[in-house]
């Protein structure tokens, strides 16, 4: 049984950072796509971060472009995604997803999100103004 466990969201003053880890089990790590989404009150859920075991990172939202990081420790099954700079429109449930599929990550939206074959439970991150 695969399982997503995503942890390390918090409450954080902006301009402050976390790293959210996304730890994989029963899952494989070998032709992979894993993205983290996000959540905020009242809004669709969107993509925020991808990264593919063949085709690398990519980043969906240009509001964190520069500030939000993913990676992975494939000897770890995790995947992270370090966070800087906050802003309290960063606050949401960040969830992690993983498909076994490596090309999902060159999608958006809609066909990223449904693509998805795997869904952890969300970690809260809230950022104070």
């Known amino acids: 049984e695969v399982q997503l466990q995503a942890s390390g969201g918090g409450l954080v003053q902006a301009g402050g950072s976390l790293r959210l880890s996304c730890a994989a089990s029963?899952?494989?790590?070998?032709?992979?796509?894993i993205a983290w989404f996000r959540q905020a009150p009242g809004k669709e859920r969107e993509g925020v971060s991808c990264?593919?075991?063949?085709?690398?990172?990519?980043v969906y939202a240009d509001s964190v472009k520069d500030r939000f990081t993913i990676s992975s420790d494939n000897a770890k099954n995790t995947v992270y995604l370090q966070m800087g700079n906050l802003k309290p429109e960063d606050t949401a449930v960040y969830y992690c997803?993983?498909?076994?599929?490596?090309?999902?990550?060159?999608?958006?939206?809609?066909?990223?999100?449904?693509?998805?074959?795997?869904w952890g439970k969300g970690t809260q991150v809230t950022v104070s103004s």
């Open positions: 997803a993983a498909s076994t599929w490596d090309r999902l990550c060159l999608y958006r939206n809609a066909a990223l999100d449904s693509g998805m074959n795997y």
């Open positions: 029963g899952f494989t790590f070998d032709d992979y796509s």
């Open positions: 990264i593919s075991s063949s085709y690398g990172k990519f």
